[in-house]
């Protein structure tokens, strides 16, 4: 089983409210990411978290909050958020971040973010 | 910096006919390589990945790509296309001992196969 749930699906949000986007695995890997992507265009790399740490946040605005309470849950809390950042965000996990080289990233969904 | 390179955005096939997809990368140490598949309205499916061994890499769906490392090139084939794989193809790259996760995408090519 490869696979990684996120919820909710769609997401409508004005630009003062606050939400949460959540992501699962049940793969029993340790490395977790975030992406976004834009309509028409590849997913852009946000976080990743390597045994519940960050280690890597590719110069993101403070308005987009990670969070990972455990080995299998990953989640990013969204404050104050723009109309540009209406996108598709993608969880992705693999099994580490060893650098080895030799870990697959398996992908979610996706959740459907529009802000008003 | 790494980068992926995706030759052609839009490919347009009648059912039948051969398919290959262009991806290059920029990276002189080892790679490893993918090609991701987005079908409308889905979320991105693993096609196929090269790590290291044979460059002829056999996927699902009847997709193989060649690794041909004195190019720097991951191209993908399938030699009968059907209407059902019309998608938007992402070939991707991970650092080998690099920056952790740093999964590198191209543009995409988004294919549409004609029934």
């Known amino acids: 089983d490869t696979e990684v749930t996120q919820t909710p699906k769609h997401l409508v949000m004005g630009m003062t409210n606050k939400k949460s986007l959540k992501c699962e695995q049940h793969?029993?890997?340790?490395?977790m990411y975030w992406y976004k992507q834009k309509a028409k265009k590849p997913p852009e790399l946000m976080f990743v978290?390597?045994?519940?740490?960050?280690?890597i946040n590719e110069s993101v605005p403070s308005r987009f909050s990670p969070e990972c309470p455990n080995s299998s849950l990953l989640n990013l809390h969204l404050h104050a958020l723009q109309p540009e950042d209406s996108a598709l965000y993608l969880c992705?996990?693999?099994?580490?971040?060893?650098?080895?080289?030799?870990?697959?990233?398996?992908f979610g969904p996706g959740t459907r973010l529009t802000v008003l | 910096a790494q980068s992926v390179s995706q030759h052609n955005h839009h490919v347009i096939l009648s059912e039948a006919a051969s398919l290959e997809l262009g991806c290059n990368y920029s990276?002189?140490?080892?790679?490893?390589l993918f090609w991701y598949v987005q079908y409308p309205g889905q979320h991105l499916q693993l096609l196929l990945k090269?790590?290291?061994?044979?460059?002829l890499v056999k996927g699902i769906k009847g997709f193989e790509a060649e690794f041909i490392k004195s190019k720097f090139s991951f191209n993908l084939r399938k030699p009968s296309v059907q209407w059902s794989d019309t998608a938007e193809y992402f070939c991707a790259a991970l650092n080998y001992g690099g920056s952790q996760g740093n999964l590198i995408f191209g543009k995409g090519t988004k294919l549409s196969v004609k029934p």
């Open positions: 978290y390597s045994y519940e740490k960050l280690s």
């Open positions: 990276y002189g140490g080892t790679v490893n």
């Open positions: 992705a996990s693999s099994v580490r971040t060893s650098g080895l080289g030799t870990d697959t990233q398996y």
């Open positions: 090269y790590f290291s061994g044979d460059p």
């Open positions: 793969m029993g890997h340790r490395a």
